[in-house]
């Protein structure tokens, strides 16, 4: 039986994306698309996640692309830009669950600097009895390290325990360590694998 429900928050419960704030900066997907992939990589934002300095990250960039520095420095400057709100489907599910008792935890990918930014904004948050952040760890998913740590600290029975995430590569960790991992792509396919498990949202 399933009594734990763990979750991911940027993609499954928080739209998240550089695009929101880029696309209006460039005006031109070609070259929004170029900056990201080459310059703010997804790469270099996961070092911030996983605990560096939002001020040592742009630093770096903008040392070695002085000439991108303006938008370099738009990335955290302008951050809040990137949310794009919740994911409604998944919230409603979110929401569900605490109705019914289940026990609430969120496992998420964050630069320790942002992430209160998002607590303040999004209520549902409130929602889950701890979130396990990674920039206060220091430990990144998909490191079975954070995964242990997430099992550890909240004495989780992985049997009894679903995490929920739409990176592929997390899940795959997640079951590495016992979890029921489910891959997030939608709230609608969220609540059948759920349904699956015996958990009517």
């Keep these: 039986m399933k009594k734990t429900i763990v979750f991911d928050l940027g ?3 928080i739209d998240w994306n550089p695009r929101y704030l880029y696309r209006e900066i460039f005006n031109d997907d070609d070259k929004m698309d170029h900056f990201l992939a080459n310059i703010c990589t997804g790469h270099w ?7 560096r300095s939002l001020l040592e990250a742009t630093d770096i960039l903008v040392k070695h692309f002085p000439e991108h520095q303006e ?5 955290y400057g302008q951050w809040s830009k990137m949310l794009n709100g919740s994911i409604e489907g998944s919230v409603k599910i979110l929401r569900s669950l605490k109705a019914q008792g289940y026990r609430l935890l969120a496992l998420t990918n964050w630069s320790h600097e942002t992430f209160p930014f998002a607590l303040e904004i999004f209520d549902f948050l409130h929602f889950f009895e701890s979130i396990l952040v ?3 760890e220091k430990l990144i998913k998909p490191d079975p390290a ?4 997430l ?15 739409d990176n592929i590569k997390n899940v795959a ?3 590495a360590v016992g979890l029921d991992g489910i891959h997030f792509t939608s709230p609608q396919t969220l609540q ?3 349904g699956e498990r015996g958990i009517k949202v």
Aim: net charge negative.
């Design 45 to 51: 934002n996961e070092l911030q996640d996983a605990g």
């Design 11 to 13: 993609g499954v419960l």
């Design 173 to 175: 960790a997640s079951r």
């Design 134 to 136: 990674s920039g206060v």
């Design 151 to 165: 099992i550890k600290r909240y004495s989780l029975d992985p049997a009894e325990s679903i995490f929920i995430d």
């Design 146 to 149: 954070i995964f242990n740590l």
């Design 192 to 194: 059948y694998q759920l």
């Design 71 to 75: 938008y370099i420095k738009l990335f």
